[in-house]
Structure formats: structure tokens, C-alpha cells
């Protein structure tokens, strides 16, 4: 196989969880998996040549590793998984949104399924009026990601039995997530470490400004819940009136449409959303798109082990197709390296890191393949990033 695109080709992923494996363990393929030579351990050891990778040219010799200290080292493990996001679909029930209501019950079901399939851990509340009777602008999300009739699902799925009409949805938003009412408050199921991601449907114009919501989101307890205004921790997408092939902003509506969707256009731009049209017939398309840009966004990333051995200049990436070899993913110092390195991951921050994120690119091919999985080996001195 010469690259890891070919060989995620021929694979689609199933959720996997990354092991954090120290080196050291019984297995001589634990620590930094063979790809050539291993080099002289001990001080400054030469890490020798890279040998063929599998997941594309290596470019010749790895290099010198830093100080790797004894042969071995003790065998611990912890887990890690992808991304946790949680969705919130904000949902306007008013009389002029039945059939745009019946297409997000149709679609959602697939639209989770997509999210889960790449093994994000995932909640969805849905924020509107809940029933069975569609001509009242109810919604009973269906199974499975719901519970049976109507029910919630939990820790997957809350339903929030909240009246939304055409043009209070960011008042909503903001009055419910720590209401007095027990049923209406959902801040309980969100958390701290998810990126919180809206899901805004709507005909009509909002009654309050994009600024005055981000501000008030922004002020929400407990601290940094959607982040701050220099590093938000929410993105909002918008299903609305604007027409799909206009300029954002737009003051234009969609045929049939009540009102101008300029707040929420604004909203999407700053946070990173998308922004779609309310007028289509069919949301299948609607919702794959958002599904995708969550995916592609969240679906790159894996959390950074929390023991204590975990130093960050001693973690190893690698990717494991189903039956054959672990191959070793090269680091770099940032994004900026993904388009000239292929096969390459970073730290969102190399000091204090958080978050591993795969490139673009591999994040593609990982996410294609059936079987696969991805491990950080932990204790291990490896190379200075690319």
C-alpha cells in the first residue's frame, strides 16, 4: 500500500478508541512501532531510517531522536476518544414552519448517524414544542435517537418542551439553558469539554441582535461553557430564509419566507456555521451538510492523555488499517505544515496540549477506513515536530 489514502480507499471507519500505550511493554511492536530500523536507545540515540511507512514517502532518515533515557520504561495505558460535541437544534414552531418541521423528524435520525459513525461522542437537544400532531407544529423526534414516543433517550437525546416562535429563538436560547424550570433548563446536559454546536431553523428574522446573544452566551455559568470572545467554544449553524446561491449577508428571503435572517447570518460567520436555506423541500442535503462540516471540524481531533507520564515531546501518533502494520504519523508544529507533510498531526497548543489533531488530509483517509485504528504511544522520546 503506498499511501494512506489508498488504503483507506478500500475502508470505512468504525469508532475506535485511541490507546495511550507507554513504551516498554512485551510487545515489540509497542512504544515507537517498526518502520525500519530502531536506532540506538540511550542518550541522543539515533532513531535510523524511517523504512517504507505505507501512508506515503518518508523522504529518507528519520533523523536523531532527543534523549530517550533507559531501554524501557514502565508499561502503563490510559483511553482516549474523539471529539464530544453537543448539538442543539433550535427549532421555530410557528404556523408557517409545518413542513420545514416534518423535514428535520425525516432527516435527523441520519444526520446523527453520520456524526456517530466517525465516533464523536455526541448529545442532541432539540429546543420546540414536542408531540405527535404535526398540524400543531409538534415534533416527536423518532427512534433511535430518540426514546419511544417522543420520549428522551438519555444521555444521547433531551427534548426541551419549549413553545419557539418566529422570532425569539436567541431570547430562548438564552432563557432556558439555566431556567427555574426544571423541564426547560437544559445546561444539565451539556459538557464543559464539548464543543457546543446550534442548529438554527427558522423563516423569520430575529427580534434581538447577534451581538447582544453572543455577549449574553458568552456570560453564561459556569465559566468558558461557550468559551470567550477571543476562543469561542460554540459554533451556529442556520437553516433560514437567506437564499442559498446569495452573498452572505443578504436581506433577501427565500419564496414563502417570513422575515430577514440577517442576525443569524452574522452569527454563522463569526462562529464558523454554515448557512443553508429554509425554503428547500427536501433537508436530506440540508442536514448531511452540517453533519459533514461537524465531522470534518470535530472529527480530526482526539484528546491528550492526562497522565502523568504523558509528556508532550514523548507521544507517538500512529494509524493501524485493519490487518496490517501500525505506521508511525509524522509531527509538525502546526496547521500551516499540513499541505507540505503528508501523513501529520499537531498539538492545538505544543506547551500545554489538550487536543492531538490529525491534518486534513489524514483525518480524511482515517475516517475511510473500516477497522482502523489510531493509538498515542506515551513515555518515549520521539522527533522534534516538522
Known amino acids: 500500500m503506498s499511501s494512506l489514502r489508498a488504503a483507506a480507499s478500500a475502508l470505512v471507519l468504525v469508532p475506535a478508541l485511541a490507546a495511550f500505550v507507554a513504551c516498554g511493554s512485551s510487545d515489540p511492536n509497542e512504544g515507537f512501532p517498526a518502520g525500519g530500523t530502531s536506532g540506538t536507545s540511550g542518550a541522543s540515540g539515533t532513531s535510523g531510517t524511517s523504512g517504507t511507512s505505507g501512508f506515503g514517502t518518508s523522504g529518507g532518515t528519520s533523523g536523531t531522536s532527543g534523549t530517550s533515557g533507559d531501554a524501557t520504561c514502565a508499561a502503563t495505558s490510559a483511553d482516549t476518544a474523539k471529539a464530544k460535541v453537543d448539538i442543539i437544534f433550535v427549532i421555530d414552531d410557528s404556523g408557517s414552519m409545518t ?42 423526534v423518532p427512534a433511535p435517537l430518540a426514546g419511544a414516543n417522543c420520549a428522551d433517550n438519555p444521555p444521547i437525546f433531551h427534548h426541551v418542551n419549549q413553545d419557539v416562535q418566529s422570532t425569539d429563538s436567541f431570547q430562548l436560547i438564552l432563557s432556558t439553558y439555566d431556567s427555574n424550570n426544571a423541564a426547560l433548563a437544559w445546561n444539565k446536559y451539556l459538557r464543559m469539554d464539548a464543543t457546543k454546536v446550534f442548529v438554527e431553523v427558522t423563516d423569520d428574522t430575529s427580534n434581538i441582535s447577534e451581538t447582544t446573544f453572543d455577549t449574553a452566551l458568552l456570560a453564561k455559568a459556569p465559566a468558558g461553557m461557550f468559551g470567550t470572545a477571543a476562543k469561542r467554544n460554540y459554533i451556529f449553524h442556520s437553516i433560514i430564509s437567506k437564499p442559498f446561491a446569495d452573498m452572505v449577508p443578504s436581506n433577501n428571503v427565500c419564496n414563502g419566507a417570513a422575515g430577514k435572517s440577517v442576525q443569524y447570518q452574522n452569527l454563522s460567520k463569526l462562529t464558523g456555521g454554515l448557512i443553508d436555506e429554509v425554503c428547500k423541500t427536501d433537508y436530506s442535503g440540508v442536514l448531511n451538510n452540517i453533519a459533514k462540516g461537524i465531522v470534518d471540524k470535530l472529527g480530526c481531533e482526539l484528546g491528550y492523555p492526562t497522565s502523568a507520564e504523558s509528556d508532550p515531546t514523548k507521544v507517538a501518533v500512529t494509524f493501524t488499517p485493519a490487518g496490517q502494520p501500525a505506521q508511525k504519523l509524522t509531527q509538525v508544529t502546526d496547521v500551516s505544515k499540513c499541505g507540505t507533510i503528508p501523513n501529520a498531526w499537531y498539538y492545538d497548543d505544543p506547551t500545554t496540549p489538550k487536543k492531538i489533531i490529525l491534518c486534513p488530509s489524514t483525518c480524511t483517509a482515517t475516517n475511510a477506513a473500516t477497522g482502523a485504528k489510531l493509538q498515542a504511544l506515551v513515555g518515549c522520546k520521539g522527533e522534534l515536530p516538522k
Open 99 to 140: 413542513e420545514e418541521m416534518k423535514q428535520i423528524r425525516t432527516n435527523v435520525n441520519s444526520f446523527a448517524t453520520t456524526i456517530g459513525g466517525v465516533g464523536l461522542d455526541y448529545t442532541v437537544t432539540f429546543i420546540v414544542k414536542r408531540g405527535t400532531n404535526a398540524n400543531q407544529n409538534q415534533i416527536c
